[in-house]
Every structure is written in structure tokens, then in C-alpha cells.
């Protein structure tokens, strides 16, 4: 991936109140991604969702001033129901990759969600994706019912 990584790995854990058929649903499921998968207000476009070890991926975030910011990458392993790793580049900045593995474990009644974002450039892009990350489960805390 990057050469000169200054960040350390970033860890960002949630419980999601649904059972771990349903969140990995909500991960893994092109219709379902584009309900959350954008940090408050935004609004998130799958335009392309190949879930399997090998497959791509690209999602297309867009702001309440019609700003757009597109990511894509690899799916670089799909364990259902257990973990995803993924390979992570902004359009325009496809030199800086990074690598996010998500992990899910059945808790008491919800879902365990433990994301490991490693690769990121620098503390203030740690801290940008620790803010979306947790944006997008609020999103997805907040619309897993109606999903």
C-alpha cells in the first residue's frame, strides 16, 4: 500500500441493534449500502459493488451542495458473515491507498462491529476517516430497521 505511513491504525467500534443476517446484509448488499453508507447528510450512489474475494467496489458520496467524493477499491477478502477486507482510494488520489478490514461478531442481541482502518496518511486524515466512519454507523445504527 503507502510507503511513508505516519498514522497508526485506526479503530472504530460500534454495537448495531440487529441481529449479524441483518448487518452483514446492510454491508454487503448494494441496495442497502446506498441507505447508509455516507456520514450525516450526505447521500451515497453505488455505482459498482462486487462482493466477493477479487471484486470491486465504488461508492460515490455527494454533500447538500451537490460536492461529490467518490471511493473505490478491492474486496481482498469476504468471509460472510464474519469479515470484510477491503483495499481504500479517493477518486483523484488513487496513490494513496489504505486498507480498512471489518470485522462482525453476534453480541446479546446486536452486532459487533469492529473497522480497522490502516494506511492512512496522516493524523488529520485519521481523524477525517474516524469521523465519517462513525457518521456512516450512526447512518447505519439509525436506518437498519427500515432496511
Request: proline share 4%; aromatic share 8%.
Amino acid at each position: 500500500m503507502n510507503a511513508a505511513v505516519t498514522a497508526p491504525p485506526l479503530i472504530v467500534e460500534r454495537v448495531i441493534d440487529a441481529s449479524l443476517a441483518e448487518v452483514w446484509t446492510a454491508w454487503t448488499e448494494p441496495e442497502f449500502v446506498g441507505r447508509w453508507f455516507a456520514p450525516g447528510t450526505m447521500r451515497a450512489e453505488v455505482l459498482d459493488y462486487d462482493v466477493r474475494t477479487g471484486g470491486r467496489y465504488r461508492i460515490r458520496m455527494r454533500d447538500n451542495h451537490d460536492s461529490t467524493h467518490t471511493i473505490g477499491g478491492e474486496f481482498l477478502q469476504v468471509t460472510p458473515l464474519l469479515k470484510l477486507v477491503l483495499s481504500w482510494a479517493w477518486e483523484g488520489d488513487e496513490t494513496t491507498k489504505s486498507k480498512v478490514t471489518v470485522n462482525f461478531e453476534a453480541q446479546d442481541g446486536g452486532t459487533q462491529i469492529n473497522i480497522v482502518h490502516e494506511n492512512l496518511p496522516s493524523e488529520e486524515s485519521a481523524t477525517q476517516h474516524e469521523q465519517g466512519w462513525n457518521g456512516c454507523l450512526d447512518n447505519l445504527r439509525d436506518r437498519i430497521g427500515a432496511l
